[in-house]
């Protein structure tokens, strides 16, 4: 209009208006440029600390530091599909593969042992067997209604929260179902569809076995 580019049209030019901007909440963001070739803010009234200055340059190193990570919050289920398609999708080995090839691992070299190898690894698995024990009957000492809590979830319609912070290391159950096979699990995937089931839940343990909590299961 009458030949005013933007911030004449605004008035940006004045004096006036120029005092009042830069007396704003959070005007100091304008000192740091966003990019190699944004061209920062001259001050011409009131420049900003600096420490105020170092503040947003601290703040915007996190952000671009947490861009980078793979679970910017520090949990993969929170991070969406974005977090799936970076970390391989479907092409990742399930933990229970893993621990089924550590444990065919362990088999064969104790195979080859003496009888006191056979006897120190017998010892290690029945420590572990009651280390799982232990953790399993200090998660139910605790009872459920002062652990979880159901409400409404962005991911999944209804979901559970834990009340409680979880140490490392700590146990969790998180669904308890029905061991089938692959080709039931199939099948039934088909029956929920057909009968108009949202979606099924449904965990593979290995290769031959699923656990399915969709009818039948509890927390």
């Given amino acids: 209009v009458f030949g ?19 007396a704003l909440p959070g005007v100091v963001a304008v000192t740091v440029p966003l990019s190699p070739s944004s061209k920062p803010y001259l001050f011409c009234f009131k420049h900003p600390s600096e420490e105020d200055i170092k503040d947003i340059q601290r703040k915007r190193a996190v952000e671009a530091a947490e861009k ?5 919050s520090g949990c993969a289920r929170t991070e969406g599909m974005c977090a799936v398609a970076r970390s391989g999708g479907s092409g990742r080995i399930t933990r229970a593969l893993v621990k089924r ?7 064969g070299s104790a195979s080859a042992s003496t009888g006191k190898g056979r006897s120190s690894l017998n010892e290690t698995r029945s420590d572990v067997d009651s280390n799982i ?27 559970l929260f834990t009340k409680n912070d979880l140490p490392k290391h700590a146990m969790i159950i998180e669904y308890m179902g029905e061991v089938i096979r692959q080709r039931v699990a199939d099948k039934r995937e088909k029956a929920y569809e057909t009968s108009g089931v949202g979606s099924c839940y449904m965990f593979r343990l290995d290769q031959h076995r699923i656990v399915d909590a969709t009818m039948i299961g509890c927390m």
Avoid: C, T
């Fill in 4 to 22: 005013l580019n933007g911030p004449q049209f605004f008035g940006f030019g004045l004096n006036q208006v120029r005092r009042v901007l830069e």
């Fill in 101 to 107: 090839a550590d444990a065919d691992k362990v088999r």
């Fill in 133 to 159: 024990q232990e953790k399993y009957r200090e998660m139910k000492s605790v009872p459920m209604e002062e652990r979880l809590e159901a409400k409404r979830s962005h991911i999944h319609g209804w979901g």
């Fill in 68 to 72: 980078a990570l793979e679970n910017v």
